[in-house]
């Protein structure tokens, strides 16, 4: 089972990011997204498809549906640029998207 | 606070074992809320996910790596462990130890370690 990322997006201070991650009905599995800055480790930002882990902004949202999950970031500071990843399991396995670079600009 | 850091050689020999080990403070690795997943990055790539272990012992393991792969507890230690066989230069990559929250269902990764770079070199 593979899910796909676009390799980077962009968007501008303020603006909203929509980040997708497409698999095979990947609606019917759950989807949680990570993001990474360079040289530290993944940091968990949402899990079953929308909830937000204690600490993690509110800007940070998801959904999934049909084929896709999205990571969307509202207001989307300096702070946000990074790299982003999903991830789902497909019969105990976990599967990671190839990540996405968001670049705030 | 779960902390959890991981161990080993930082370099390795063409054809030999890979083996590192995962110490988890601030909880208790045999706990049934949660379980112990070791997950790679080659350098500049993306995240791949190795395998996971829970605390009945039952394992998972990425298919890809299956044939070379195992992934152990020890309760006493409060550690997991991964062994991975026959490494070529392809395994070069920062190895990270990551607990899965079963709270969270379906387990995504709410602790990471801070990773460590294994070389495959002769």
């Known amino acids: 089972y593979e899910v796909t990322q676009p390799p980077s997006v962009s968007v501008s201070p303020g603006q909203t990011a929509r980040i997708p991650c497409s698999g095979d009905?990947?609606?019917?599995?759950?989807a949680c997204w990570y993001q990474q800055k360079p040289g530290q480790s993944p940091v968990l930002v949402i899990y079953?498809?929308?909830r937000r882990p204690s600490g993690i902004p509110e800007r940070f949202s998801g959904s999934n549906s049909g084929n896709t999950a999205t990571l969307t970031i509202s207001g989307t500071q300096a702070l946000d640029e990074a790299d982003y990843y999903c991830?789902?399991?497909?019969?105990?396995?976990?599967?990671f998207g190839g990540g996405t670079k968001l670049t705030v600009l | 606070q779960v902390q959890l850091q991981e161990s080993g050689p930082g370099l390795v020999k063409p054809s030999q074992t890979l083996s590192l080990s995962c110490n988890v403070s601030g909880g208790s690795i045999s706990s049934v809320n949660y379980h112990w997943t070791w997950i790679r990055q080659h350098p500049g790539k993306g995240l791949e996910w190795i395998g996971n272990?829970?605390?009945?012992?039952?394992?998972y393991y990425n298919p890809s790596l299956k044939s070379r792969l195992t992934i152990s507890l020890d309760t006493s230690k409060n550690q997991f462990s991964l062994k991975l066989t026959s490494v070529t230069a392809a395994d070069t990559a920062v190895y990270f130890c990551?607990?899965?929250?079963?709270?969270?269902?379906?387990?995504?990764?709410?602790?990471w370690g801070q990773g460590t770079l294994v070389t495959v070199s002769s």
């Open positions: 991830q789902t399991w497909d019969n105990n396995i976990g599967v």
């Open positions: 079953q498809d929308t």
């Open positions: 272990i829970y605390y009945s012992g039952t394992t």
């Open positions: 009905k990947l609606g019917d599995k759950f």
């Open positions: 990551a607990r899965g929250d079963l709270g969270m269902v379906p387990g995504p990764f709410d602790y």
